[in-house]
């Protein structure tokens, strides 16, 4: 029997179990918003404007009051003075405070001071650190509830605490709420609140902590679907002072399109489509997307080197290139039209040969074929041998090219002097 008792597993607790006896009153202080927001508001009115003043007043509240729990009211105070009803309205029956952001001056110095009261807050309570980014996501789907003036304020400080790391970009989620962007809200607010991120920082610095959550391909959203087109986005951020953004999505854009292209090229040749076709739809999507030859020439040499599964034996590979780059010759041809497409191709060719070891050898063979299929002329094959090629792996294919220059240099001579005495 005994032993019997003690193999069962020990009892969980249940919630249901004992009550202990609290007074009525005290429950309720506990538990009760209200009482902690009146602490908070009454320290604030002491403290007065000095912001230095308030960040100690609340590092040391938290010793006392319960930050964790009431998170939500404590940022609400310090942002809009009060506790917000939904919407973003200050509850009516409470008292407020002037010690706020929103009562606070309109301009980037007082926001940055403000910023240091936050940072310095979440430093020292690392727990209020998710509760801050829920309140900053709730803030801005209220954006339609406070005044313009507020807007830019709230805006300003988002920007500078995205810039010190206080905040996570992924909280710029909510600018993409529909009845923001349908009138305009969220392109206003992102204007103030880049300008204040790359003020603190700069452009580069936003882009890496767009791409890091998946936002470095979103910002149109900013836009009605109707206007989400890199030439409203341009004309408006140009207009409003930010340049930079405007570049960085023209950017993004080319970039979104270059990879697509390229997915769609290998998937092209993999089909076998007629060189025809591909030739028209590249340059159909050069000109919707604004690429570049040299960037294209450049797209369809990695395209074409990776339809394949090459041989793992260097004496082999080459011959097997050669086969290979003699079918895609004509696609190439029709994108080195200028002097400056054909180099970029040289370049590439030069990088690939380095890149895959099988292929140090081949160099010379894949140029010389490029030469006689005329995708490549003498001149920038001289050029690249003088000046304009890089430095990985130049010795072995210098080397491997002297002779063809010199018999190159040869024919132009020879030709020039033909030419001087049919004149």
């Known amino acids: 029997r005994v032993s019997f008792m003690n193999n069962q597993k020990p009892q969980k607790p249940t919630l249901s179990g004992q009550r202990f006896k609290t007074r009525k009153r005290d429950e309720k202080e506990r538990f009760d918003p209200t009482q902690f927001q009146d602490c908070i508001i009454q320290g604030l009115t002491e403290t007065g404007t000095d912001l230095e003043a308030v960040a100690k007043f609340l590092d040391a509240s938290g010793a006392k009051l319960d930050y964790r729990r009431y998170a939500e009211t404590l940022f609400d105070i310090l942002v809009a003075g009060g506790m917000l009803a939904p919407g973003g309205t200050l509850a009516d029956d409470m008292t ?21 009261v936050f940072n310095k807050l979440i430093r020292r309570y690392k727990y209020l650190e998710k509760g801050f980014e829920d309140e900053v996501k709730k803030l801005l789907l209220f954006l339609k509830g406070f005044s313009e003036s507020e807007r830019n304020k709230l805006a300003m400080l988002t920007g500078i605490l995205l810039a010190n ?29 880049f300008k204040s991120w790359i003020n603190e920082k700069d452009i580069n610095a936003v882009a890496v902590s767009l791409r890091k959550v998946n936002m470095d391909n979103r910002l149109m959203e900013l836009f009605p679907a109707n206007k989400q087109s890199v030439e409203h986005f341009s004309k408006y951020f140009t207009e409003a002072g930010l340049k930079e953004l405007s570049e960085y999505v023209r950017n993004q854009q080319t970039i979104g399109a270059r990879k697509e292209l390229q997915k769609e090229l290998q998937e092209q040749m993999s089909r076998g489509d007629p060189f025809k076709d591909i030739i028209l739809y590249v340059k159909e999507e050069m000109k919707k997307n604004n690429i570049s030859e040299q960037t294209v020439v450049a797209i369809i040499w990695s395209s074409v080197m990776s339809t394949v599964e090459w041989n793992k034996k260097e004496e082999l590979v080459a011959e097997q290139a050669i086969k ?34 099988h292929f140090m050898k081949a160099f010379q063979k894949i140029v010389v074929l490029f030469y006689k299929a005329e995708v490549l002329s003498e001149e920038p094959i001289l050029k690249w041998y003088k000046d304009a090629h890089l430095a990985k792996g130049k010795s072995v294919f210098l080397e491997q090219m002297k002779k063809f220059v010199e018999w190159l240099k040869n024919a132009e001579e020879e030709s020039e002097s033909e030419a001087e005495e049919g004149d």
Request: proline share 1%.
């Open 324 to 357: 290979h780059l003699k079918q895609y010759s004509p696609l190439l041809a029709a994108f080195t039209t200028q002097g400056q497409s054909e180099l970029t191709l040289l370049l590439k060719i030069q990088e690939y040969c380095y890149d895959n070891i």
């Open 96 to 116: 407020r405070t002037n010690v706020c952001v929103f009562a606070a001056q309109e301009d980037l110095e007082t926001m940055q001071a403000f910023a240091q």
């Open 165 to 193: 790391g206080t905040l996570n970009a992924s909280i710029l989620n909510s600018l993409y709420n529909e009845n923001l962007v349908k009138e305009g809200v969220s392109a206003a607010f992102a204007v103030k609140l």
